[in-house]
């Protein structure tokens, strides 16, 4: 079973609307963190924004947010007001055993290619 | 923020042959480095764990004896792609993870494509 899901293999959105990317896990683990990176045709990884399991609130960095929902095990990114800069692809990280030390790599999803349009 | 560079950006080798690529910490010392393989529209696939000081960790399916990781210091991670041919064509992206302890704490390099012809 896959531990990373995002459906969305590519979406197409207006500029300054706001954005959701889907993203499900699957981990038995109590204790893990869950990352989204974007990655623009030029390769490089840029983080985004991380949730643990055990934080209460969501996740905000500027435009980005993560909609934590741990029961349904979904972690989706909103980012709000998009802009032509955001096109890029997206991806959805996990590492687990944070308890065990963390020290185990991210396992990532297939990402979504986001084009926002003028 | 923390600086991960890597080296070369890009390469192109015959068949055959070994290239080898370094994945260095510039301002922070790193006790733990990840290598991933990125195929052309696909996501990263983690490839190993390399701690400074002793012997990676290697995924099911990686062949450890074709990707030779070596992490003899805490800014120095390298891997060797030992007689390369055309299917290990790809985007190779090392990530390092600092001493601080926060768990969000990995920093990636811009990744190296490799072209064997």
């Known amino acids: 079973a896959q531990k990373i899901t995002q459906t969305q293999p590519g979406m197409f959105v207006q500029e300054k609307e706001a954005v959701t990317l889907d993203c499900t896990y699957d981990?038995?683990?109590?204790?893990?963190?869950l990352f989204w990176y974007k990655q623009p045709s030029s390769g490089e990884m840029i983080f985004l924004i991380y949730?643990?399991?055990?934080?209460?609130q969501n996740a905000t960095e500027g435009r980005y947010s993560l909609n934590f929902q741990k029961a349904r095990k979904s972690a989706n990114l909103v980012i709000s007001a998009s802009q032509l800069g955001d096109s890029a692809m997206y991806f959805c990280?996990?590492?687990?055993?944070?308890?065990?030390?963390?020290?185990?790599?991210?396992?990532f999803g297939k990402g979504t290619h986001l084009i926002i349009q003028p | 923020g923390a600086v991960v560079s890597q080296h070369p950006s890009w390469v192109i080798c015959k068949s055959g042959t070994s290239v080898k690529i370094e994945c260095r910490s510039l301002?922070?010392?790193?006790?733990?480095m990840f290598w991933y393989r990125q195929f052309p529209k696909q996501s990263l696939m983690l490839m190993a764990t390399?701690?400074?000081?002793?012997?990676?960790?290697?995924e099911q399916g990686v062949e450890k004896d074709k990707f030779l990781i070596n992490h003899a210091s805490l800014t120095l991670s390298t891997l060797t792609v030992t007689s390369a041919h055309p299917e290990d064509s790809s985007f190779y992206i090392c990530?390092?993870?600092?001493?601080?302890?926060?768990?969000?704490?990995?920093?990636f390099g811009p990744g190296t494509r490799l072209t064997v012809t």
């Open positions: 981990t038995s683990d109590p204790s893990y963190g």
């Open positions: 390399s701690n400074e000081g002793s012997k990676a960790t290697y």
């Open positions: 301002d922070f010392q790193a006790t733990t």
């Open positions: 949730q643990g399991s055990y934080d209460q």
């Open positions: 990530s390092a993870r600092g001493t601080s302890g926060r768990t969000y704490e990995q920093y």
């Open positions: 990280a996990m590492r687990e055993d944070l308890s065990g030390g963390g020290a185990d790599g991210l396992t």
